[in-house]
């Protein structure tokens, strides 16, 4: 019998709406585990009119049976964390008791941000387009063993001994390189001396607790962040974040072997966007992207940026199904295409005259791509509010259909609005969640 998990994640480069989908999904779930990337994310989440951004928090602790975990492939900033748990009493939502980290995540200070602004702004390097949250310099500390983790936090003397030690490394390539202004370490010190003890009741050892609630035959439901290009192997690199966000990430990030992973679901929407620099081979330039962006509100989460908007890009949605082994695929914002006559779906790649539809690994290759395009007809009506997916217009079921077919996943659930209610479930899906015999 397959495990009582699932994997959830972002086909493309994150913001497809994983958050809604995480949070309608959390209800069958025991426990929503984060485990990837940090306060870099934006997952929006509606109910009842009431919108809820959460960051780092796994969307489940929006439900009152579910824990909610931070794996230890998450990189934590403590600040951000207190912040986003006071915004949650403040809703009326407590999430003590319900709501772990792991002591093995890895800490965000505030030379990450330093040196990651420094970095951006600097004359002569290519830019990211990051989120500014100090992602990337935390998770190369990690790689390069010389960060610090949330148990290595909560033990005061070890906490002074690498602030002091990571300040005078920090503050002197800072200075050389980008002419920075130095860090105080005992000013940061006193300062997160007092926010690690605000954080111990929250910190436990995360993959002891999984693994025990797995045995226990509880289910988890694995929270990706970002989204697969944007993965640091797979992704458009460098034009990507700094984790593992694919599904490989999910086992690596909590400490869950692989083969106690259940499924995989991918997240797309019914069109496609990025946010940041770095190539978009389907990106639309004309008022048509407007459109889109307009109505689809889409400007990032976390920091406001307006989103680049582009069609289905299938070669890309194939090549993500297959890294992250996705079975499932879930399509979000249906009705924002509402009111399109047509509706281009991009099938396949010219390169230097030649069809394809490998990805290629070089970023100027996927810049230098021609789509080719299949014109799909618009169905002119509204979906908003409706609950089967066999009760969609003849064209919407249709458009479905095709992206099925053509990129190696069955559709579950589809999404016309941003709220709980507005979701629909394919037979399919719901009969393979229930077979999984999910139990709180
Ligand atoms: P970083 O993760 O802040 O280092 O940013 C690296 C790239 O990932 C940038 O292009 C960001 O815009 C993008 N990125 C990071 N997190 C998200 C997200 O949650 N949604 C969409 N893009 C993201």
Partial sequence: MPAKTAVVLGAQWGDEGKGKIVDVLADRFSVVARYAGGHNAGHTV????????????????????????????VVLDPVAFLQEVARLREMGIHPDGKLFVSNRAHVILPYHRMIELAAENAPGRMKIGTTSRGIGPAYEDKMKRGGLRVVDMLNSALLRTHIQNACHEKNTIARALFGADPLDA????????????????????????????????????????????????????????SSSATAGGASIGTGIGPTNIGTVIGVTK????????????????????EALRARGQEYGAVTGRPRRCGWVDL?????????????????????VLDDLETIPVCTGYKIDGKVTDVIPADVRGLESIEPIYKNLKGWRQSTEGITDPSKLPTAAQEYLRFLEAESCARIGMISTGPDRAQTMWTPEFTAALNNMAVAR
């Fill in 315 to 335: 070669p890309l949605l194939r090549y993500s199904n297959q890294i992250n082994g996705a079975e499932w695929l879930v399509v979000t914002k249906l009705d």
């Fill in 186 to 241: 005992n000013k940061m010190y006193n300062e997160y001396a007092r926010i690690a003890e605000q954080l111990a009741p929250y910190v436990t050892d995360t993959g002891v607790l999984l693994n025990q609630a797995l045995r226990a035959g509880k289910s988890i439901l694995f929270e990706g962040a970002q989204g697969t290009l944007l993965d640091i192997d797979h992704g458009t690199y460098p034009f990507v974040t």
């Fill in 46 to 73: 509606i109910i009842g009119g009431k919108k809820f951004v959460l960051q780092l928090i796994p969307c489940g602790v929006l439900r009152p049976d579910c824990i909610g975990v931070i794996g230890n492939g």
């Fill in 270 to 289: 019914a069109y496609i966007t990025r946010v940041g620099e770095g190539p978009f081979p389907t990106e639309i330039h004309d008022s048509i992207g």
